[in-house]
């Protein structure tokens, strides 16, 4: 282990996801790019005159050229009040007309941003504004996107936080790390260049994590991470629930197609199998039961998994395609998959010849594994072919509906 890896983080110290150095950066001169601060608000009337008032400090102490744009979600509890009174010239708040949600407001706000860079925060004071500085440094030492991270070392949360919660941010950490090594891929707090958009093909975001599909879809390589301690909300309502985790999900699924392609396609299509194999073996055990032969039995766990197999896999494996017609797509599936059945059927039969001291579901098992693949490439290039979208169009629709 290098010895970097043993020297503690200074108040302005940044965690590489790359190599887990912490770096200990020299003092740098004031932050000389422009800034806005993006934060997406929904019923946030009671946090934003606090929020103001920091980052109103934030400015005065270190000399920023910082505006902020507050766009709220028609919350119709006296945010714009509250913003007007606090009397701020570099502060605005929009009332949005698109569609509600965290990530569409945040992709507006960037859109209308004016600074050189953005910075994303949420508006419940989790996130410390004072650390906004340590995130221009970190840009302006090569960073290509910034963090305010809880998992680094100096990073921390309220005492509040239960082992429910503290699991739940770790599954959803673990979930991500296929798609990038950041500690705290979770984060609402980040920083980064508004030119740097323009390295995405698209943008369409589910749910909250508006970072993780940053960070992948503009292909980022180099990104810091911030220590900050992330308070609890001490005002208003949080808005995490549990349809907003489900979302999370989908916006996963969605960046593992993006960054993993037919890889992605084909781990969806074998956990679909293993879903088929299960109502294959209950079909084939049910016929076994009724007294049909082992041909006939075996016929019959193959005919019914074919069936959801194919409901399965144009809802979810190749969502994409599930709003075209769906006999014509059935008739097409039962024909791709008729090699893989016959080859299945056959292997199965010559297993359970071969052995026949096992039960008929050990040869099912063999024979199911032995016709998935050609099942998956006719599906997948056949049946459910992609239609390439065009350099910088947003997906119209969500693939899971």
Known sequence: MCSACDRSVSPGGVVSDQNDLVATPTPAPTPTP??????????????????LERLAGVRREH?????????DDRSGDGSVEAVAAA?????????????????PAVLEGIERARGEVVVVMDADLSHPPERIPDMLRA????????????????GTTDAGWGVYRWLNSRIATWLARPLTAVRDPMSGFFAMRRADLKRAAFLN??????????????RLKDVGEVPIHFADRQLGESKLNFKEQLKYLQHL??????????????????????????????ALTLALWAGASDPVAVAAGIGVSVCTNFWLNRRFTFSYAKHGPVLRQFAGFVAASAGGAALNYVVT???????????????????????????????????????KRKAGEALATDPLG
């Open 34 to 51: 422009t800034v806005t601060v993006v934060v997406p608000t929904y019923r946030e009337a009671q946090n934003l005159p606090l929020l």
């Open 63 to 71: 000399g920023l050229e910082l505006d902020l744009l507050i766009m």
């Open 87 to 103: 009397g701020h010239p570099w502060a605005t708040l929009i009332e949005r007309t698109g569609r509600r949600g965290l990530s």
């Open 139 to 154: 840009l302006a030492g090569g960073r290509e996107f910034v963090m305010g991270s809880r998992y680094v070392p100096g």
């Open 205 to 218: 975001p589910v749910g909250y994590k508006i970072a993780l599909e940053l960070i992948v879809k503009c």
């Open 253 to 282: 699924r969605r960046l593992y197609l993006f960054r993993y392609g037919t890889w992605s396609h084909l781990a969806q299509f074998l956990v679909v199998g293993v879903t088929g194999l299960a109502v294959n073996l209950a």
């Open 349 to 387: 039969l010559q297993v359970n010849a071969a052995r026949p001291t096992w039960p008929l579901q050990v040869a099912a098992v063999i024979g199911v594994a032995a016709g998935t693949l050609v099942n998956f490439l006719v599906n997948r290039y056949l049946v459910f072919p992609t239609h």
